[in-house]
Structure formats: C-alpha cells, structure tokens
C-alpha cells in the first residue's frame, strides 16, 4: 500500500486517508473516491489529497479483520461487523477467559499494523462483555501478512470457559457472644457471590467452632457438588479449627494460604473429589478478593491447584484495605478523579397500566430527557444512558442529548441487567460510578456534586449514598470501582441494596431533600407529584 498525497486528478478509486469538508462537500476518511467526487474537488480547487493507494495482494483493512477475528469465534465467543479496521470479539455466556499469551505475542508480532488485544489471562466475563478486539491499522494490509497473522492462531489462542451450575453447602461458625449480625452478613456475601456464579446453596448450616462440629458439619454436606466453611475466628494455621475438621472428616488440605491480598487466609481441600474451600474473613464484603478467583475457576470447571493458586501473587495485591492500621500507601487528601453517571431508563414501566412514565412529560420535556439533562450539568466526569434496545420511543426521544446511550439487550429480565449493560459500557478509565433512575424528577445537579463531594476511598467512603430528611436512604448512589464486578453479577430485577448493606463499613451517607426518595412509576405517584407542584 502507498500513503500519500496525489493530485486530485489522479486519486479516481483511491481510499482518501483524512475527512474532507468544504463548501458543503463532506468526505469521510476511508471513503473511497469517485467520478464525481473529484469532478467536485476539482471544482473547489483542491489540488491534491492525502489517499492510500492497494497494492494488488493487499487486503482492506475491513475484511483482513474479519478474516482474523473468525479464526477466534468458537461456542462461546462471537465477533462484532467490521468498522473501520475493528471486529471486537464477544462474550456469549459468563464465564473465565483463557489467554494463551505466547500465541498472543506471536500475532502481535507479524507486523505492526495487525493488532489484538485482549482481556487478562482468567478474566471474568458475563454475556455481552468484550474480551478482545483485533485492530488493522493501516487502509490495507499485505496478503502475506494477513495469512502469517493467521497462522500464530490456533484454537486455544482465546479460550471461555463457561460456568456450570453446581451446589454448595455453607458452613458458619460461631464462638461464644458471635454477633448474629456477623453471621447474616457472612451469609448475605457469599450467597451474592453464589448467585452471580450460579452456584445454588442448598443448605447453610451454623456450628460450635470446634474441630468436631465442623468435621460433622463437612460429612452432612457431602451430597453437594462443593463445600464453604466460613470460620468465626481467622484460621491461621493448618492444624487450625476448619482445616482440622476437614482432616478429621477424612479429607486433605491441599493448600493453606494465598498470595492475594486481601484474601491470604484461604485454604483449599478435597473430600471425596470434591473442593472444600476454607473462606477468609474478607468473604464478609462483596468487595474482590482471593476466593473470587478460586470460586470462579471451580464454577469454570479449571483446575485449582497447589502451583496454581501460587501464581496468583502476580497482580494478587487487589486493593487497599482502608481499615488497616499499617497502610501499604501514604493516605493524601488528594480528590479522586470525578466519577461517571449510569442513568438506568431501561425500565418496562409495567406498573403505569399501559402507559410509559419516562415518555410522559414535564414542561414539554419526557422525563428521561429531563432527567439526563439535569444531571449532565453536574461536575461528573461524564454521562451515559442505559436503555431497553427495544424501545424506540426513548431512542427517538434521546437521540438529540449528547451523552452516549447503551443498549441493555436483556433489559426485560430485570433491574440487574440494565446495571451490568452499563458496569460493562462504562469507560475504562472510569473510577467510580454513580448509579441514577431516570423515573426520579427531584434529584438535581446539586445532589450528584454531594455525592461526589463525600467520595473519598482513602479514608473509608466507598459508597455514597442520600439521606432524606426522615432518615431512609435515597438514590443516586455512588459505587468506587471495587464494587463494579459485584455490581455486574446481580441477577434478575435485584438492585444493589443488599450490596449497600452488607458493606456497612464503607457507606457514607449524605443529608439531602426529600426529591431523593421520589420516583415516578405509578398513575398514582405521578399525580401526586403534579399536585405538589401546582401547589409549589
């Protein structure tokens, strides 16, 4: 391929290399030209272009991508339509991504302008997310090229492995004046982590926290596919109470420890074939920590062995733990970057009778376009709008307001889908999230800057929520980005309210007005509403 400028007279079928606009006449880069755009040039007086001129063997940019990107399509993985040189590849189930990464540098080798990546080796994905995207940077790229790029790819290069539904028993533990509540939020977390995986425990049982009890424990359990041990007290040594219990039941600590933090306290068993998995206490909060990854590999069907949760070190420091009392980072009172909006109007408004509440109108604006505009103008780093992609009234309505809308293709399952369409849409720079309803017309831009005002992770507040004057909690809520992934692996029509409560430590709430607690999504509410504003 030659890159250059020409004569305009000389660029008939040649691909033009930069956007032209003049006069009216508009040219999109990679627009390849005709008889009459350069009958139109010439007219305008433009005297040369910048144009890409193929070589017989080269390939367009388009196809040599799709060529590429099919190699990868398998069961679980699809490809996007080319555009402009990119095909992204897709996850069609959730699951764990495998990258072979030799293979991946070899492709990435053949020639600069043939490009993928992809997502970390055991990635957790969900339906819809992006694991990879091969990029042609160039117009065209040789055929020779293309064909070696090919060859560096075999069929394990990208590889998901999709999770299989499987049952669990959950063990608790308690010491004598053991919190209740401590119990209930060990509970809550590792049921959230179960149902985001599609492990079903069919039975959560509490016991002395002895070696005995918890031995008896692991042996009623023992018609389940794997079993959880959650102790009362850090287990911190082989021959502690849990690992104990699992000897005395006749099975093997297979490891104890882990170099991920938070999370080093894990042990991992077998009984009979079948994993026993020794929680830490950090399991308590749905934040991400080691047993995620043993958890996800288990439910993915890959081995968890000895060497390989001893390769988790690399990238296993996850997070500052801001109640640690010997920080591994100097805390600064340096504000974090201003987090982006999530605006949740993928709603099927089935309780309106027929009728869609983010249509109906206030001052001659729909409410999600009165809604999105309102919150634009507060000092977050920006706006994105989830929608149902079935619904092209709200396109059509949107479709002039600036900030970019994601399709939740699932929508109609539920609250949680529109929640991960948007964890998964969000730009990747992005460190916090605030999550808005569209059906809410009293939040404004000063109640979006109060959150953010009170989001500070280097002294504890994760979570920032309203508070009305009656002291119920409201929304918007703001989430750092530790919760993205528990964010994005609810289920069904739940919200984030259980999230928000069994995270008690690291929730700051914000005193706001009574317009947080307001939502618009009966004939009934919306009427009282208007009363209240005709007598405002």
């Known amino acids: 391929m ?26 999109g880069k990679g627009h390849v030209l005709t008889v ?20 017989p063997d080269d390939v367009e940019e388009n196809t040599a991508a799709a060529e590429l990107a099919h190699l ?7 490809i996007t339509e080319p555009l402009n040189g990119r095909v992204n590849l897709i996850a069609k189930t959730d699951g764990i991504l495998r990258v072979n990464a030799s293979e991946i540098a070899a492709f990435n080798t053949v020639d600069e302008a043939i490009t993928i990546a992809t997502l ?27 064909t070696a790029a090919a060859q560096s790819l075999t069929a394990q290069s990208l590889v998901l492995h999709p999770f299989t539904p499987k049952t669990a028993a959950l063990i608790l533990t308690q010491t ?11 509970e809550t977390a590792v049921r959230a982590r179960a149902v985001s995986l599609g492990l079903k425990l069919t039975s959560v049982e509490t016991v002395a926290h002895q070696t005995e009890a918890v031995a008896a424990a692991i042996k009623r359990a023992a018609h389940v596919d794997m079993t959880l041990i959650l102790g009362a007290s850090a287990t911190s040594d082989r021959n502690d109470v849990a690992p104990a219990g699992l000897i005395a039941a006749g099975g093997e600590v297979t490891r104890f420890g882990m170099p991920v933090d938070p999370g080093n306290l894990l042990f991992l068993g077998d009984l009979g074939g079948k994993p026993v998995v020794g929680l830490p206490g950090c399991c308590r909060s749905p934040a991400l920590n ?46 974090p970057p201003a987090p982006h909006i999530l605006l949740l109007a993928a709603g099927q408004s089935s309780r309106m009778r027929g009728d869609n509440k983010l249509l109906r109108e206030i001052d001659g604006v729909p409410l999600v376009l009165r809604t999105a505009q309102r919150l634009a103008g507060s000092k977050a780093a920006g706006l994105s709008i989830v929608i149902n ?42 460190n916090a999230v605030i999550v808005a309803l569209a059906d809410m017309p009293d939040v404004t831009a000063a109640d979006i800057d109060a959150l953010i005002d009170g989001f500070d992770p280097s002294h504890g507040a994760l979570i920032v929520a309203p508070v009305a004057p009656n002291g119920k909690r409201g929304n918007p809520v703001l989430f750092d980005r530790r919760y993205f992934e528990p964010l994005a692996s609810l289920s069904g029509d739940t919200g984030a309210k259980a999230l928000i409560e069994s995270e008690s430590d690291g929730l700051r709430l914000i005193p706001r007005g009574s317009g947080v607690l307001v939502d618009l999504d009966t004939p009934e509410a919306w009427a009282e509403w208007l009363a209240g504003q005709q007598i405002a």
């Open 2 to 27: 030659k890159f250059g400028p020409l004569l305009v007279a000389d660029c008939l079928g040649y691909t033009l290399a930069h956007s032209f606009q003049q006069d009216g006449l508009r040219l």
């Open 290 to 335: 080691g047993v995620d990854w043993v958890l996800e590999r288990l439910m993915a069907d890959l081995p968890v062995s000895h060497a390989d949760i001893a390769a988790m070190g690399v990238g296993g420091l996850l997070k500052e733990v801001p109640a640690r009392t010997q920080p591994r980072r100097i805390r600064t009172s340096a504000k």
């Open 176 to 186: 004598p004046g053991f919190k209740a509540s401590l119990l209930s939020k060990g």
């Open 120 to 146: 970390p080796d055991y990635a957790r994905l969900h339906n819809g997310t992006m694991l990879a995207t091969i990029k042609i940077i160039p117009y065209a790229t040789p055929r020779q090229k293309v």
């Open 72 to 78: 990868l399509s398998a069961d679980h993985i699809r």
């Open 36 to 55: 009459a755009d350069i009958e139109r040039l010439t007219g305008l007086g433009v005297t040369y272009l910048t144009v890409a001129q193929f070589a």
């Open 389 to 430: 992609s079935q619904n092209a009234a709200i396109k059509q309505v949107l479709q002039n307001h600036p900030a970019p809308v994601i399709e939740a293709k699932d929508a109609a399952s539920g609250l949680a889908a529109s929640l991960r369409a948007g964890i998964n849409g969000l730009p990747p720079e992005t």
